[in-house]
Structures are given as structure tokens and as C-alpha cells.
């Protein structure tokens, strides 16, 4: 069992390049979930997922950002003409479909330059 | 809404026992809790649903107050690897996905 299999583990992009992040949940796992950590900050939600359907964005910011899982293929987080602010780790987590613990993949590390 | 933590920061000898302690302003249907350490993905540690049930291993356990919205996790007999910083995560409903709390960092020395 894999778990959650994030890449790539570091990014650098320029100011102005397009971000995309990938993650492939646990075997089993149809719910997918992003979070943004800034450095020594906690969790912060950003989007939930389920195949084909986007369930929750609330935590998105409505420019720049967005999210797919789509039926084949992982689970994309874009971040279009990236700026300083979005530096951070980015963190995707699945869980089963009843209220189960997440596993989380290892992150994405993104800076900006 | 963001649950909150408490203490943010706590170091003990090997041994010593702590608690940490999430509050939420919200009814919650379940609390998770995770620790993650320095530059690593956070690890489910448990969850606990509704009905104030207490949950754990000997030495990591939890329990939640439903009507006070508040759960605690109890570290005894800490030890080294038991460092990091923790993470309460709440859902107010069934599916909803989880808002975490700011983390209280633990740090063990021999």
C-alpha cells in the first residue's frame, strides 16, 4: 500500500509561471482533501474532492486557484501566475467515505522566486 | 470555525505527562487528532466521534466532551519520539472536511 503519493516534493517557479501540484490518494480512498501550510501556521483548508465533483472550495481563493480529481489520473491543484504569497507546503490527505482519519501525502513544497 | 489550542508550546522530560487541549465554538460530530513533526506530513493519531467516548493506546489517549465542544489528548510517560506538534482537527457535521487548530508544539529532552 503506496499511501498518498504527492510530487513533486519541491518546486520553484518564477513570479508569473503556472504551479501544478498532483496527488494520487490511498487505494480505497475517494475523497480528497488540499491544505496549505505556511511555515510554523497550522493547517489551513483549501479544497475537498471527490471523483469528477468538487465538493467544498470555500478555502480556495477564487482567482488563480483551482482544483480537479478527474476519473482517471490524479488529483491537480493549479496555481496560475504565481506570486511570493504562495509560498508554502501544500498538502493533499484521502480518506475513506465515512468520517475516518485522512493520511496525508508528503507534501509539495513550493517557493516563489 | 478554527478551533483552539492550548497551550501553543509545552517541553517535558522524559517521563513527565502532558495535556493538550482543543475548544471549539461550534457543536462538532467528531475531533481528529495528528502530530506532525519538523518538515514531515502529519500522522492520524485518532479520532472521536460524538458521544464523549474516550479512545486511545496506553500511553496516547483522548477523549471528547460533546457538551462543552472541547477534547483533550493525554500523552504519559512521554518519550523522545513523542516530540512534535500536534494538531486538532474538527468536523461540525458528518463529511465536512476538517478545520484544524493552530498545533501546540511538544518538545521532549532526555
Known amino acids: 500500500n503506496a499511501g498518498v503519493m504527492q510530487n513533486p516534493r519541491h518546486l520553484v517557479r518564477r513570479r508569473g509561471q503556472e504551479a501544478r501540484l498532483r496527488c494520487s490518494p490511498m487505494?480505497?480512498?475517494?475523497?480528497v482533501y488540499w491544505y496549505r501550510q505556511l511555515p510554523e501556521e497550522g493547517l489551513k483548508f483549501m479544497v475537498y474532492?471527490?471523483?469528477?465533483?468538487?465538493?467544498?472550495e470555500s478555502g480556495m481563493p477564487k482567482e488563480r486557484f483551482s482544483a480537479e480529481f478527474p476519473k482517471e489520473g490524479p488529483s491537480i491543484l493549479r496555481i496560475q501566475q504565481v506570486v511570493r504569497g504562495d509560498s508554502a507546503a501544500y498538502f493533499c490527505?484521502?480518506?475513506?467515505?465515512?468520517?475516518?482519519?485522512?493520511?496525508f501525502g508528503s507534501g509539495t513544497r513550493l517557493t516563489v522566486v | 470555525q478554527q478551533p483552539v489550542q492550548s497551550p501553543q508550546a509545552v517541553i517535558l522530560r522524559e517521563g513527565e505527562d502532558a495535556v493538550i487541549n482543543c475548544s471549539s465554538s461550534?457543536?462538532?460530530?467528531?475531533v481528529h487528532w495528528y502530530r506532525q513533526k519538523h518538515g514531515e506530513a502529519p500522522v492520524f493519531l485518532m479520532i472521536?466521534?460524538?458521544?464523549?467516548e474516550q479512545k486511545g493506546h496506553e500511553k496516547i489517549s483522548a477523549s471528547f466532551n460533546e457538551k462543552k465542544q472541547q477534547s483533550s489528548l493525554y500523552l504519559t510517560a512521554s518519550q523522545l519520539s513523542y516530540s512534535g506538534t500536534y494538531f486538532c482537527?474538527?468536523?461540525?457535521?458528518?463529511?465536512?472536511?476538517?478545520?484544524f487548530g493552530k498545533g501546540t508544539r511538544l518538545s521532549v529532552i532526555a
Open positions: 490527505a484521502s480518506s475513506p467515505p465515512l468520517s475516518s482519519g485522512y493520511t
Open positions: 487505494k480505497g480512498h475517494s475523497h
Open positions: 474532492l471527490q471523483k469528477e465533483n468538487i465538493i467544498d
Open positions: 461550534k457543536a462538532l460530530y467528531s
Open positions: 472521536l466521534l460524538k458521544g464523549g
Open positions: 482537527g474538527t468536523e461540525s457535521t458528518g463529511n465536512t472536511p476538517l478545520v
